[in-house]
T-cell receptor
Framework: GAGVSQSPSNKVTEKGKDVELRCDPISGHTALYWYRQSLGQGLEFLIYFQGNSAPDKSGLPSDRFSAERTGGSVSTLTIQRTQQEDSAVYLC??????????????FGPGTRLTVT | ELKVEQNPLFLSMQEGKNYTIYCNYSTTSDRLYWYRQDPGKSLESLFVLLSNGAVKQEGRLMASLDTKARLSTLHITAAVHDLSATYFCAVDKGGSEKLVFGKGTKLTVNP
């Protein structure tokens, strides 16, 4: 079956512009996660969705970052007024959720964001 | 706060040799994961370790978990060039929480 997909694969934007990154999880996976990978900070958690709600937003670095998920499926991560320090690879992962327990997370290919 | 430390961060080894990567974590955790990442690629799941004493093997890689010592090891046997990649360990506290990653170990296997 299809894995986690993300689009675009690469995005170059000018400082101050807004960007939207998209994630399509594995069908049937109700848990969805966003992470960010950068050279200086390694792999960092951003936000977690359980269905359409986000019980953990603790990793969002500033109020310029927001995310939503609709229909328990596709998620969009939006970064407003991008800054150079936002340059990173943004990874999405999904997992099966049974009750309150999630299982192994499967990662998408990532979106490489470059802010110039 | 859950912290994960890996060592070494860089590892250069000859083909045919054995080596071990270590992953320590700071607080009680229910599950430990090992991922592989090739340059420019995403994370590929290697192992999920769920209980104390768990050992899993796949090819030349073997992972183990000691929850009392808060330590996991990834042992490489008779390394081959195709194992060159960055290896990450990650921990969560069970339930549906986020993964906390180590900084990764960049492994280079020289012919």
């Amino acid at each position: 079956g299809a894995g986690v997909s993300q689009s675009p694969s690469n995005k170059v934007t000018e400082k101050g512009k807004d960007v939207e990154l998209r994630c399509d999880p594995i069908s049937g996976h109700t848990a969805l996660y966003w992470y960010r990978q950068s050279l200086g900070q390694g792999l960092e958690f951003l936000i977690y969705f359980q269905g359409n709600s986000a019980p953990d937003k603790s990793g969002l670095p500033s109020d310029r970052f927001s995310a939503e998920r609709t229909g328990g499926s596709v998620s969009t991560l939006t970064i407003q007024r991008t800054q150079q320090e936002d340059s990173a690879v943004y990874l999405c992962a999904s997992s099966l959720l049974v009750g309150s327990v999630s299982y192994e997370q499967y990662f998408g290919p990532g979106t490489r964001l470059t802010v110039t | 706060e859950l912290k994960v430390e890996q060592n070494p961060l860089f590892l250069s080894m000859q083909e045919g040799k054995n080596y071990t990567i270590y992953c320590n974590y700071s607080t009680t955790s229910d599950r430990l994961y090992w991922y592989r990442q090739d340059p420019g690629k995403s994370l590929e799941s290697l192992f999920v370790l769920l209980s104390n004493g768990a050992v899993k093997q796949e090819g030349r890689l073997m992972a183990s978990l000691d929850t009392k010592a808060r330590l996991s090891t990834l042992h490489i046997t008779a390394a081959v060039h195709d194992l060159s990649a960055t290896y990450f360990c990650a921990v969560d506290k069970g339930g549906s929480e986020k993964l906390v990653f180590g900084k990764g170990t960049k492994l280079t296997v020289n012919p």
